[in-house]
């Protein structure tokens, strides 16, 4: 293998992005936080918590919590404005969306600025998430018709038994949701929960609660009854359960670790709930891929939002006949992301988005390369851009002690592996419990798509690394295994927010003995009709 390790090893930084000087606290005002805190459901004399920004350390806002009470009566809220809701007709409740969906696009300076405020992700990443947000509200705008409408289906007996398959909101829906992607997350599992006919009570992640308070503002903006929606806010394992505890049906995405706490409970309620969880995403480069394409393809899978992506790729599996070219291109362009600490255009990578995630990072690499992991780009952290900004990294040579080889990282770390034959790449991506999404480079779109159904994964990415699947939002979105129960998105990501109620009519005959036949001679009567029946294949 050629030594791309030199330049790295030899201390080529990440450059810094230059452009623009506003930062978190040009944006976030102490009048537009007061605004928006307005919008948390609280009880008397609330506790405050703080929020922070990732950029600089310092605090961005102070944020009133709920507490259980709180909780409880956002509920009864939820509830009472739900019942109205329901009844109004499919096509004003779409309207809504689709109101919604150019509000988003009028307002996006200001939904880019917190986002990466509280975030502190890239201006180009944040805008991933106006448009995946804005993508979710025009397809079940225009589609929820097609997901609801009343479906006939087969009766006992043919014209005699009119059956109808209706769809009925669920009630209130309990969302929580994670900081990663405060605006397409938070706002695209409620938009088909609403639209659906339900109310949604949700519980962001405390970082990121005002970015999840503007979106609220603008569906209400849209047209959406203000207590359809709340917002509730607190420590996750105490604000949590309780959101749980009131909820008809519970829609949860973070770690696989809270996922089974949070499906527990649900499963102890007997309410049904969907699980977006993590993943250790693999992506196999094939000895025919393009491999220009897959280095740059690799870049955007692997450090997209500072690898704080449940869809970003952490293992690289290179057929080894191209290794060592690949690694070469992929090290290149690695070294030469620019990281950015501003709200300007211009940076190709941002900060992590608080100290656990930096310790985490930390502790992976260290780890590896304490086990002989040979770092080929990145492998430090940043303090010089910001306390919590770490290199985009690429580590190879990973032995399986080290923890990065199996556990989700959620950071900027891939690491790299060779593999002899396909079989050799599909068993090894497939041997993790995970199965969230992965990635398949060839020239050949046959050959990679009979590789992609090998996998044990919900989505697959086919020249991509996670785009594609995931903007797709007309196909489920989701994970096998430890990623999850469920799926957004598509057909399942609606129905879900249902109950499918069968509504059965009969006509002229009573399903019980009648014109004076008795027990048995309805039986036979009966017996022949079946008979008859599957011989004319009517049923
Ligand atoms: P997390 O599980 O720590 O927190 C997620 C949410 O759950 C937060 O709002 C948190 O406050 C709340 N919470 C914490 N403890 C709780 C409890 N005991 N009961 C109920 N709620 C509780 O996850 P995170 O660190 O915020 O997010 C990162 C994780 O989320 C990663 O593992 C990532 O892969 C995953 N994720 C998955 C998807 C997906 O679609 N599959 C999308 C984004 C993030």
Sequence with gaps: MTDISTSSAAGERNPVAVAGTRTAADAVTPELVARLVEGITVGAEPAVTQSFSPFTGEVLAEIPESGPEAVADAFARARVAQAAWALRPLRERAAVLLRFHDLLFAAQAELLDLVQSETGKTRAHAFEEVSAAALEARHYGRAAAKYLKPRRRGGVYPVLTQVREVRQPKGVIGQISPWNYPLALFVGDAIPAFVAGNAVVTKPDTQTALTALRARELMVEAGLPAELWQIVIGDGPVVGPE??????????????????????????????????????????????????????????????????????????????EVADAF????????????????????????????????DTVTRHVEEAVKNGAKVLAGGQARPDVGPLFFEPTILDGVTEESAVCTEETFGPVVSVYRFGSEDEAVERANGTPYGLNSSVWSRSTRHAVAVAQRLHSGTVNVNEGYAPAYASVAAPMGGMGDSGIGRRHGSEGILKYTEPQTIAVQKLISMSPSFGMDDEGYAKFQTRALGAMKALRLK
């Design 243 to 320: 959101v749980v505890a009131h909820a008809d049906y519970v829609s949860f995405t973070g770690s696989t670790r809270t996922g089974r706490d949070v499906a527990q409970r649900a499963a102890a309620r007997l309410i049904g709930a969907s699980m977006e969880l993590g993943g250790k995403n693999a992506m196999l480069v094939l000895a025919d891929a393009d491999l220009d394409k897959a280095a740059e393809g690799a870049v955007r899978a692997c450090f997209s939002s500072a690898g704080q992506l449940c869809i970003s790729i952490e293992r690289l599996y290179v057929a080894a």
């Design 327 to 358: 690694l070469e291109k992929f090290a290149a362009r690695t070294r030469a992301l620019r990281l950015g600490n501003t709200l300007a255009w211009g940076a190709d990578m941002g900060s992590l988005v608080a100290q656990r995630q930096l």
